[in-house]
């Protein structure tokens, strides 16, 4: 029998509009209507469809144009086709959303915080594109073919030698080349070193030169005791012991340490309270590091960005054999290009490549090529210039802010790095937190960052990142802090 389009339609209660427009001519354009009427749910499993001829002269279309398009669809899965009972919607050919004919949702976006103020966050719209791009095409039109097979677990030797040159000259780091293994940031160098299951390699089992059974290293791991619960974690998960390090204004009291294995310290710029390691501890960690036989994990944590103070070199530079250094471009560049580095002592180079791995498998080789160049030619040391006097001025908008707005607020720790430490009144953090939450600012209270086995000795503060708003975001989002500090 034949029926119209129109008349199946009304029959079977579903309104059908079937738009033949868009690329590919009409056969196409019925194909995705077809479809699109199926996977929204406006043809349901089981229904029986028009025969072509029908369908045809109600749209207008030769009947091979409609044959085409059911053949296609049942090659697809949408549709079935027998003989003797015609071309049906598929049983298998479910919709994403169950109510026939109700309005098509839009999905789901994940909404960020109205001001974000966190801890660590760089300016993502100041990401150097243009002299990016620039490098990344020089470093591929001049890399050997070689660079697109299989990657060395030490990363690329260009980058590597570029790496030795700047931290030499930018960081007063002592070493070459061979020294120097590429990671994907602090984390995964982490991993490497305590990891049980090194992704990539060997999961630090058996490791030439490391501790039977464990990773390169082994705990019990001195820390500070305000640091990263992340890296924490990673550690606890790793089956790694960390003993917290009483901190004060100078930094860690390495004093404390005692029969540690290794100790990981933040001497540029202590996270998060702010500060570089005094001289004498300085001094005193690499006593001890020799006297024990032990190693100082150095997480060369905003060593590129300060303001106030002359710059304070490396902590590697005072014994390249008992320091291992470890930096990254995920605040000086982005987080996105997931590359960093491991300055080691001799003895410990073999072992991180046994834990990596046969061949490289975290950190992109393309953007190795492109970060070397980028350093060779200048543009990373011109990039951190520009953001250190950005964020600068970003640190002093803040400033003065409080001390209009907010006078009774201490800012603490701001000569150096990408977030500030705002000093609160005793019991006050919590009420604070949960205050900026309601007026859309996200930010950490200080006792988030705390050793769960340290001392509340920093006392209560917020911890202000200046970095991450948008040049036109961040005057509202210092209004909207301002207004909470006010009251508090």
């Not at 590129?304 to 103070?309: A, I, K, L, S, T």
């Not at 003065?400 to 705002?422: C, K």
């Not at 705390?450 to 503060?461: E, K, L, N, T």
Request: glycine letters at 12%; proline letters at 8%.
């Amino acid at each position: 029998m034949t029926e119209s389009w129109v008349n199946y339609a009304e029959r079977i209660g579903v309104d059908l509009h079937l738009e033949l427009s868009g690329p590919g001519g009409r056969r196409a354009a019925l194909t995705r209507a077809l479809r699109e009427a199926v996977r929204g749910g406006r043809l349901t499993p089981g229904t029986r469809l028009p025969p072509y001829r029908s369908l045809a002269a109600d749209l207008g279309v030769a009947r091979n144009t409609v044959a085409d398009a059911y053949a296609e669809l049942v090659a697809e899965g949408w549709l079935t086709a027998r003989q003797g009972s015609g071309t049906r919607v598929a049983e298998r050919a479910r919709p994403l959303r169950q109510a026939v004919g109700a309005p098509p949702r839009a999905p789901a976006r994940a909404r960020g915080p109205r001001h974000d103020l966190r801890q660590g966050r760089p300016d993502a719209s100041a990401f150097p594109r243009a002299a990016w791009a620039a490098s990344y095409r020089r470093a591929l039109q001049a890399a050997p073919s070689e660079a697109f097979g299989p990657g060395d677990p030490a990363g690329r030797r260009e980058l590597r030698e570029t790496l030795a040159e700047y931290l030499a000259r930018a960081r007063g780091v002592r070493t070459e080349p061979d020294r120097i293994v590429i990671c994907s940031g602090f984390a995964h160098a982490l991993r490497l070193l305590f990891g049980r299951d090194a992704p990539g390699g060997t999961g630090g089992r058996n490791v030439p030169g490391g501790p039977a059974g464990g990773g390169v290293l082994r705990g019990p791991l001195g820390v500070e005791g305000y640091g990263l619960g992340f890296h924490r974690d990673l550690l606890a998960a790793a089956g790694v012991r960390t003993v917290p390090l009483p901190l004060d204004e100078h930094g860690a009291r390495v004093a404390a340490l005692g029969r540690e294995r290794a100790v990981l310290l933040t001497p540029a710029h202590q996270f998060p309270t702010g500060g570089p390691l005094r001289p004498e501890r300085r001094a005193a960690v690499i006593d001890w590091a020799r006297a024990r036989g032990s190693v100082v994990l150095e997480d060369d944590y905003d060593g590129e960005f300060r303001y106030d103070r002359r710059p304070v070199g490396a902590l590697q530079g005072l014994d390249p054999e008992r320091v291992i250094h470890i930096g990254s471009v995920s605040k000086s560049l982005s987080p996105a290009l997931r590359l960093g580095w491991m300055v080691l002592p001799e003895r410990y180079v073999e072992p991180v490549l046994a834990a990596k791995g046969e061949r490289e498998g975290w950190a992109s080789v393309p953007d190795q090529l492109a970060l070397a160049d980028f350093m060779a030619g200048g543009s990373y040391d011109r990039h951190v210039r520009r953001m250190r006097q950005r964020y600068r001025g970003r640190r002093d908008r803040l400033v003065a802010a409080l001390a209009e707005r907010a006078p009774h607020i201490e800012v603490t720790g701001v000569a150096a790095g990408l977030h500030a430490v705002l000093r609160l009144p005793p019991g006050t953090e919590q009420t604070v937190v949960e205050a900026a939450e309601r007026r859309g600012i996200t930010l950490d209270g200080l006792a988030a960052f705390r050793h769960p086995d340290s001392p509340a000795s920093a006392g209560d503060g917020l911890v202000v990142g200046y970095a991450a708003p948008a040049d036109h975001a961040y005057g509202a989002a210092l209004e909207a802090l301002c207004e909470v500090l006010a009251a508090a």
